[in-house]
């Protein structure tokens, strides 16, 4: 009977202690709640969370640099290996076929790593007014998920055909998930000092991602093979996806049903301000777009270099890019009324480092203008995408899903372009007139953002409701607040030689109720 009794007390103590570390991790778990659900600690997280998602984008986007035209070169002499075991008495049409083998491969490179930004651009117009509508944590998650699907593909992929639909895929992704990311941080950050310090480390994120991608994958591709690359940044992809669905909630979040109804995407387009900072972004990247499909060969013919100097190319440049989102902000919170001569700084800063690029000699030179375009780019990106925040919030409805998928599609546009484009234009005019070129349209369009320069002296719009009523009021209660407004101004009208210095008053503040983004 002694020993059931000591078996029936460890019974005890064991399920005594399970319901005490049940507890404990139930007590754990409410306190992570409470400590996720704090506004200023949700604001960091989130911030981490999108900053992740750029950056795996990012990585994903180059780290088939060094991969795929090699993986691709080894399926093609597969087949020529196959093709010459198969009939080998057509030895004779050999070099002839292999030039227009090699033009051939080189078409389907370039067209391969133009899909991302081509779908991407194309599905950007949907993408923003769907973000506008549902609000920024489904379309990230969403996006997420695209992502992770497409790194999936690429491990896996063995032809031509499922790399061309990863790569699309990871367009299809990132229309969503960057842009619902980058307006997520201007919503939350509302701040003119906070958002420009926010949008400036995911901006330091993805030039990280960008640069550091290539030796990553490279190292891993020759030591570990082709899937190993695109499995870790898979992994790294789900635990965003997880945070994001534990952080965001995105579809358990009913603070959607409360958002007001966004700006129309193609009003957000004829809107001056925000065009001019359209074609500051796309005339930017420009350089950096085409050079990259076009540098290393003309480092191999030029400057003889080796196959790691290639790899490295960029690499060095992300330090400044850092530097250069660093200065901007610091600038930014001191002078916050020079955004747009920031911008103009860095334009020329491009321009001249880019008409340098083809008097470089050797590995060592050609760091200096490259760092001086990446530089250039980290002024220009950091100082006008607060800028299109302000703008929206002043000039429209503080909804910011359509005008940052503007701004993604001003990217797209250099990267589509690029590595279609680059190398014809080489081909055609010559490497030297190509960053001659690229220089001068940046030297040319700085002087355009002159025409931001009074944007930091409009006024925050106190009339959202206006906008949102543009079409007549829908609901019982703004008929009633439009029709008191409506006879507070007539009232006001008739009142004005009666009572003039009160009335004044009141009408100036009716006035300025009533205005969207007129000058202080």
Known sequence: MEPEGTTEGQATNLAQSAALKLSQMSERTKQLGNVIQDPERQKRIILVIVCVALLLDNMLYMVIVPIIPDYLEGLQ?????????????????NSTFHKAAKGNFDLQIGVLFASKAILQLLVNPLSGPFIDRVGYDIPLFIGLNVMFLSTLVFAFAENYATLFLARSLQGLGSAFA?????????????????????????????????LVAPPFGGVLYQFAGKRVPFLILACICLIDGVCCLAVLKPF?????????????????????????????????????????????NWMEDTMHASQWEIGMTWFPAFFPHVLGVYLTVKLAAKYPHLQWFYGAIGMVFIGASSCTVPACKNFGQLMIPLCGICFGIAFVDTALLPTLGFLVDVRHVSVYGSVYAIADISYCVAYA????????????????????????????????????????????????????????????????????????????????????????????????ESSGGEYA
């Open 77 to 93: 002499k597969a087949a020529d290996q196959a093709q010459a075991a198969a009939a080998p008495h057509t030895n004779y049409t």
């Open 178 to 210: 960057d842009t619902a990311g980058i307006a997520l941080i201007a919503d939350r950050y509302t701040v003119d000092t906070e958002r420009s310090k926010a949008l400036g480390i995911a901006l330091a994120f993805i030039s990280f991602g960008s």
């Open 252 to 296: 358990s979040n009913k603070e959607r049903e409360n958002m007001p109804v966004g700006t129309p995407m193609y009003k957000l387009m004829i809107d001056p301000y925000i065009a001019v900072v359209a074609g500051a972004l796309i005339i930017c990247n420009i350089p950096l777009a085409f050079l990259e499909p076009t540098i290393a």
């Open 417 to 512: 372009l690029g590595p279609v484009a680059a190398g014809q234009i080489v081909h055609n005019l010559g490497f030297v007139q190509l960053n001659l070129g690229m220089g001068l349209a940046n030297v040319l369009y700085a002087p355009a953002l002159l025409l931001l320069k009074n944007v930091s002296q409009m006024k925050p719009s106190f009339s959202e409701r206006n906008m949102l009523l543009e079409d007549g009021p829908t609901g019982l209660y703004d008929t009633i607040k439009m029709e008191q407004r409506e006879k507070k101004r007539k009232g006001l009208c008739t009142t004005v030689d009666e009572n003039g210095a009160e009335t004044f008053a009141q009408r100036s503040y009716s006035e300025e």
